[in-house]
């Protein structure tokens, strides 16, 4: 994950990877595990810090793509528990 100047919170298909690795065999909340993955990367996310989310998995052949609505929903109300001003902006 990278958060840019602009306020892109950039998440790559490896970080959701691990989202669900958290969630799935550590039996983590997915808010928690996107917590717990910030920390690992040294990611702050101040109030107010993200404009919107980008994601690095639109490609139709990607395993993640046909998840994706259920994906970008908890991904953004994940964010939101981290930065309640975030309003739900996706960047394609």
């Not at 989202?19 to 920390?39: K, T």
């Not at 139709?60 to 964010?79: F, H, K, T």
């Amino acid at each position: 994950m990278q958060l840019t100047e602009q306020g892109i919170l950039h998440i790559k298909e490896d970080d959701i990877s691990s989202l669900y690795c958290y969630r799935d065999l550590d039996g983590m909340a997915f808010d928690a595990s996107l917590l717990f993955e910030l920390q690992l990367q040294g990611l702050t996310l101040p109030q107010g810090s993200v404009r919107a989310i980008q994601f690095d998995f639109e490609a139709e052949e990607s395993p993640l793509y046909e998840e994706r609505e259920r994906l970008v929903a908890e991904v953004q109300s994940a964010v939101r528990t981290v930065d309640a001003e975030y309003d739900g902006s996706i960047v394609k």
